[in-house]
């Protein structure tokens, strides 16, 4: 995919599913689960012990999901996650020089921001997506919502804390994407091996996206009818 085609994906799908595993084993486990349950994107983590040699493995054997690398912490890593076939980029912080890395290799790039200035920063050094992170945390919804207001053209994908009880919030407040970590990759069934709870939780996350922006959709079209 290219980068287009990229943003156009996480737009249409809404959520980002973040794997964090122990093992190269368990993250293809949370990755295929993940897709059965109707989200073709998977975020791999550099975290994941062998995390380079996964995202080779995944693109390879689910070439109708768009696999990503994520906690990139430099841009050497970047470029090695792009060259194991990553087709985006996603950073826990603002490094500005992995940014232009991906701006100058045309890939996609979802760099960390916390702060109204840190959102600033990677949105000028050519970030695609602003990572808030961590959202929860410092205010949720209402944090989305607040940075929204002066920057509303900066599309911001929440992570952290975000769950099945409050992501439709998230997007009535305005979020592009949701980046979903272990309230999809349930632990204990990666433990147990059981495809069947992460699947389910992944088809509900896209239930409540759905609905959610259908309902942002009809409250804008009666604002401007009025």
Same mark, same amino acid.
């Given at each position: ?33 993940? @897709? ?78 916390? @702060?109204? @200035? ?98 942002? @959709? ?9």
């Amino acid at each position: 995919m290219n980068k287009d085609q990229v943003r156009e994906r996480i737009l249409e799908i809404g959520i980002v599913p973040v794997v964090r595993a122990t093992s190269a084993e368990e993250a293809r486990f949370a990755a295929e689960a993940v @897709t059965e349950g109707g989200i073709p994107i998977v975020e791999i983590t550099m975290t994941v012990p062998g995390a380079m040699d996964v995202i080779r493995e995944l693109v390879k054997a689910l070439p109708n999901v768009m696999i990503g690398a994520g906690t990139v912490m430099d841009a050497e890593i970047g470029r090695r996650a792009l060259d194991a076939g990553a087709e985006f980029l996603v950073s826990p912080g603002l490094d500005v020089k992995t940014v232009e890395m991906a701006t100058g290799s045309n890939a996609f790039m979802m760099a960390g921001a916390l @702060t109204p @200035t840190e959102v600033l920063q990677a949105w000028g050094a050519g970030s695609d997506f602003i990572k808030i992170f961590p959202c929860a945390q410092v205010g949720g919804p209402d944090y989305i919502k607040a940075l929204k207001g002066p920057m509303p053209g900066i599309p911001m994908v929440p992570t952290g804390g975000v769950n099945l009880k409050n992501a439709a919030a998230f997007v009535l407040a305005g979020s592009a994407a949701l980046g979903v970590g272990a309230e999809l990759i349930l632990k204990e069934a990666l433990r147990e091996r059981a495809a069947g709870p992460i699947r389910n939780v992944a088809a509900r996350f896209v239930e409540v996206v759905r609905d959610a922006r259908q309902h942002l @959709t009809a409250a804008r079209a009666t604002v401007g009818m009025q």
